[in-house]
């Protein structure tokens, strides 16, 4: 699944010259809606009492470039790609401030619901959390400590749930709704996409349809 969400999304929702590659591909997704499979992610953040290191790892992976300052790693789940590795020494260089305010990190920061990171000079701090489609998720932070070990997991069908709803299904509803009923047009293709994705409880939760 690690990085097929994306083509498996645009399939659903594309043109084919297969007529029943839409329909698969829609009921892929619902499949993987059911996975328990997690994906850890392990932060360390340690002082210079303690070795000044920085550890970011995804999966079992390092991505952090455990540099002085602010570390800031980005993934993107829809690849399985990261998109941002980007360290900003904000306690020697006095650019790194300025750099870190007008380099798209500072948007990558508020994508995870960090607005204000005018923190403490030398305090060492934590923050773990995820983008949504209508905004974003603090999964923890920590502040004040020496060293900071952080371990936490991200639910890969929760997550491709989540995706499905708010880029397939909800926007699907709408065209739907929006369109005349007295409009030449086929809804056979879309009607039988949202058969297969409404199938999943998840998706049924806070709205109702009724297909006639």
Not at 25 to 41: E, N, Q, R, S
Not at 89 to 117: M, R
Not at 164 to 177: A, H, R, T
């Amino acid at each position: 699944m690690l990085g097929g969400l994306k083509p498996l999304m645009e399939l659903a929702i594309g043109d084919s010259d297969h007529p029943q590659c839409s329909t698969h591909a829609a009921k892929t997704l619902v499949m993987l809606g059911f996975l328990d499979t997690t994906i850890p992610v392990a932060i360390k953040s340690l002082g210079y009492k303690n070795g000044d290191r920085v550890s970011i790892s995804i999966n079992g992976k390092e991505h952090c470039t455990n540099k002085p300052g602010i570390n800031i790693v980005v993934m993107d789940f829809m690849t399985f790609q990261v998109t941002e590795a980007v360290s900003f020494d904000t306690g020697h260089d006095k650019e790194a401030s300025e750099q870190l305010v007008e380099y798209k990190a500072k948007s990558c920061l508020k994508d995870i619901g960090i607005e204000d990171y005018n923190f403490k000079t030398g305090e060492l701090w934590t923050y773990c959390g995820y983008k949504k489609r209508d905004g974003a998720v603090k999964v923890a932070l920590c502040q004040g400590f020496d060293a900071v070990e952080l371990a936490t997991a991200l639910n890969l069908g929760y997550y491709a749930n989540e995706q499905v709803q708010g880029y397939i299904l909800l926007p699907l509803i709408d065209l739907l709704m929006s369109t005349p009923a007295s409009l030449a047009i086929s809804k056979v293709s879309e009607l039988e996409l949202l058969t297969v994705l409404a199938r999943h409880d998840h998706h049924k939760e806070g709205w109702c349809i009724n297909l006639v």
